[in-house]
């Protein structure tokens, strides 16, 4: 049984490590519909019904408007805009925000904004994490935020002593 745990992390962290590698570079669109379209990424195990938000025809780089979903949200890349307030506070649960800034952690004033490094890591991590989902062909969510960070803002990869 313990070798089965050791060879389960290491593929784990594997295909997280290739989720990750592959995944588009943020910020440089891709093929899809129209600006703000509700892109092929997400579906099934995508964190609280956060569908892909990545179409578009390359968001403030060219011509046209910014990226970015619906009334009031700006530059929503990964996420579904019909509930982000739902998702942003499963975020702030699952890494432990509360005592800590809660929104601040990740976001500049303007919310907007790429500036703070969180913010981009953490849209690589809900790639990264719908790319595990997608491997299982139940469509359920086996992995969630929660599954490595366990209430902390670093992803815990041992069990504590």
């Keep these: 049984m313990k070798k089965f745990e050791v060879l389960f992390v290491a593929g784990l962290f594997g295909v997280m490590s290739l989720a990750l590698f592959a995944q588009e570079p943020q910020g440089t669109g891709g093929p899809g519909g129209p600006p703000g ?7 099934p195990g995508a964190p ?9 025809q390359g968001g403030n780089r060219g011509g046209g408007p910014p990226r970015g979903g619906g009334p009031g949200f700006k530059n929503v890349q990964v996420l579904n805009t019909g509930n982000i307030p739902e998702t942003m506070q ?14 601040n952690y990740c976001h500049a004033e303007d919310r907007s904004s790429d500036e703070k490094r969180p ?15 997608g491997t299982f062909p139940d469509g359920k969510p086996h992995v969630t935020c929660y599954t490595c960070h366990r209430g902390s ?5 041992e069990p504590e002593p």
Excluded: E, H, Y
């Excluded at 379209?37 to 579906?43: E, F, L, P, S």
């Excluded at 913010?119 to 989902?133: D, E, G, L, Q």
């Design 37 to 43: 379209a509700v892109g092929g990424r997400g579906g």
């Design 90 to 103: 499963s975020f702030v649960q699952a890494l432990g925000l509360l005592d800590k800034g809660t929104c």
């Design 48 to 56: 609280d019904g956060a569908a892909g938000a990545r179409g578009g």
């Design 153 to 157: 803002t670093t992803p815990l990869t």
């Design 119 to 133: 913010k981009v890591i953490a849209r690589r991590m809900v790639t990264m994490m719908r790319a595990i989902n």
